[in-house]
């Protein structure tokens, strides 16, 4: 078959590869920014007690209809679900498994099947990694995306667990620079007093539901509390009553204390009564974190996250306590005000010239590393001005230059690339200036 008969093979739609800084313009998939900010994530998570979990990307489809809520758009439109193999590996007669669309229900389903709580009164945990949701691609929302989030699950509902969180979730976004942003906090009641509040919002929107958007008018006879979230009817929904006016006693004093928590650490936080999210576990408190800048376009939560008492129950575990959040780490990549440096560039390039230097030059390199120092070189013979073309796009801080002159005098010249200034140091020498700066 020739060249050209030969169809090359891409990313499925509305998914990408995060790339290396070398091989990519395109700012906002570079992995080194996804390095950076899971770093800043990771040295919270550890100044804040958290430990990591890993569970599989995919799970009985089950899970997530009990959990995430049959009727939610993730579980009724969104997921990448599958028949496995059956018996004998007969098709489609197995399991119906899903590629995880979040990540609470999974870490619930890991707390109940370890039965973490046995072993203590909090689980405070986090992960990092893939979801995969079949939405309609556009700036900012892709079908593999990849999540950072935390679930502190146990004995515990202490609104002042909330205020920790979002109070690390401050410190991540200063710590990032990532500025421009605004918290939206609400109640969304509990079994308790939201049927009540469910029952008043029908009575409000049936008289309206002609003039409604078509997807109110499903959530209307399926998910009633999802309508407060369309974008579209948007005049009408402002006119419906509001959940803050009708939670029950409890509700009321535990959004207090969660408002109390936060303003002794002087967070600042906006009430939106219409804040409902899109998952169905969620219990009194819901968070989301917003952009204010227009780099993702009409995809402006970076993050978002809430109470969720009764997860574990309908998974079939004990009853506990649960809140959590994810962030959206490719949003936050999108959101990074500016560059930031790459741990992948290497401090030292190795420019030999002739076969002897290439020689001495591949046992040098091994020496720098043993010691910590990072360092490239190149495996062709070029001339010392092509050579230093390559120094200088590698963005290596330092150059040793390696000629036959050099190897007969033991001395070598080290090249710093950003002031010009250059040394000649025997081996020994270079090994220790190096290591030590
Ligand atoms: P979520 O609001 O569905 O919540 O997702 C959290 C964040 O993930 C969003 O705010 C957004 O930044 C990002 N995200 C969601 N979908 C996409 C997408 N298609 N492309 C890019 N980014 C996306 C949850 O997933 C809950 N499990 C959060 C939680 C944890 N609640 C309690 N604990």
Redesign the pocket.
Same mark, same amino acid.
């Given at each position: 078959m020739s060249k050209q008969q030969v169809k090359q093979i891409r990313t499925v739609k509305h998914t990408r590869d995060i790339l290396p800084r070398d091989f990519t313009s395109d700012t906002s998939a570079q992995s080194h920014k996804f390095q950076y900010i899971e770093s800043v994530a990771r040295e919270a998570f550890r100044r804040y007690g958290f430990q990591e979990i890993r569970t599989p990307i995919f799970e009985y489809t089950e899970l997530f209809a009990r959990g995430v809520g049959e009727e939610t758009d993730?579980v009724s439109k969104e997921m990448y679900t599958w028949r496995d193999l059956g018996a004998n590996n007969t098709p489609g007669a197995g399991d119906s498994l899903t590629l995880r669309p979040?990540?609470?229900a999974p870490v619930i389903r890991s707390y109940i099947q370890h039965q973490m709580w046995q072993q203590s009164d909090l689980a405070k945990l986090f992960y990092i990694g893939p979801?995969f949701?079949r939405?309609r691609g556009q700036k900012?929302?892709?079908?593999q995306?990849y999540?950072i989030?935390?679930?502190i699950i146990g004995k515990s509902d202490n609104p002042a667990i909330e205020a920790e969180v979002i109070e690390m979730l401050d410190w991540i976004l200063k710590e990032l620079k990532i500025l421009n942003t605004t918290l939206s906090i609400n109640s969304v009641g509990c079994p308790k007093c939201r049927p009540q509040f469910n029952e008043m919002l029908k009575k409000e929107i049936e008289p309206r539901l002609v003039n409604m958007c078509g997807d109110c008018n499903h959530r209307y006879e399926t998910n009633i509390l999802r309508v407060l979230d369309c974008k579209r009817d948007t005049e009408i929904v402002a006119q419906l009553p509001s959940i803050q006016d009708l939670l029950c006693e409890e509700c009321r004093a535990h959004f207090a204390e969660f408002c109390r928590h936060l303003d002794k650490r002087k967070l600042k936080y906006q009430v939106d009564p219409k804040l409902v999210? *899109?998952?169905d576990y !969620?219990t009194r408190t819901a968070f989301?974190v917003l952009t204010t800048s227009d780099d993702l376009g009409s995809?402006n939560?970076?993050? *978002?996250?809430?109470r !969720?008492d009764g997860l574990s129950e309908s998974l079939g575990g004990p009853p506990s306590k649960g809140?959590?959040?994810?962030?959206?780490l490719?949003?936050f990549v999108m959101s990074l005000p500016e560059e930031v440096s790459d741990p992948s560039i290497p401090k030292v390039f190795l420019a030999h010239l002739g076969k002897e230097a290439f020689e001495f030059s591949l046992i040098l390199a091994g020496c720098l590393r043993k010691v910590g120092v990072s360092c490239a070189m190149d495996f062709e013979m070029r001339s010392l001005k092509n050579t230093m073309k390559l120094a200088d796009r590698s963005k290596a801080r330092y150059t040793i230059i390696i000629g036959e002159e050099e190897l007969t005098k033991g001395r070598f010249v080290l090249r710093d690339m950003v002031t010009r200034e250059q040394l000649e140091l025997t081996e020994a020498e270079l090994l220790e200036k190096l290591k030590a700066n």
């Open positions: 993730i979040e990540n609470t979801q949701r939405e900012g929302r892709f079908r995306f999540q989030g935390v679930e999210r *899109g998952l !969620y989301e995809q939560a970076l993050l *978002g996250g809430g !969720y809140f959590g959040f994810a962030l959206g490719d949003r």
